[in-house]
């Protein structure tokens, strides 16, 4: 199993409307695709004070194919909605973990 997990830090005062966003309208739009089995959002809880709030998506892939798949047919699109929603008001940073 492989897991591409993103993490988000949001500007205070976006944070509601970043996790409706996500949970009505990304998350369903990414799960769409079929090619994640899963997913997870969690709020980091040990936050530093710097005007943010962080988040953790995680997506679920079974195998390297459907991830490289995922990666080359629709991740630019769902990074540039983001970008436009948030531009200015977030940082993310890309991981990928696998099942050991």
Known sequence: MILYNTTYSIELGNEEDFLTWMKETHLPEVMATELPL???????????DNGAATF???YLFNNPRKLE????????SFKAKIDLRYSGKYVFFESLLKEV
Not at 69 to 76: A, E, K, Q, V
């Open 56 to 58: 953790s998506v995680q």
């Open 69 to 76: 798949t995922f990666r080359n047919t629709y991740l630019d």
């Open 38 to 48: 899963e997913h997870k959002m969690l709020q980091l809880l040990t936050e530093v």
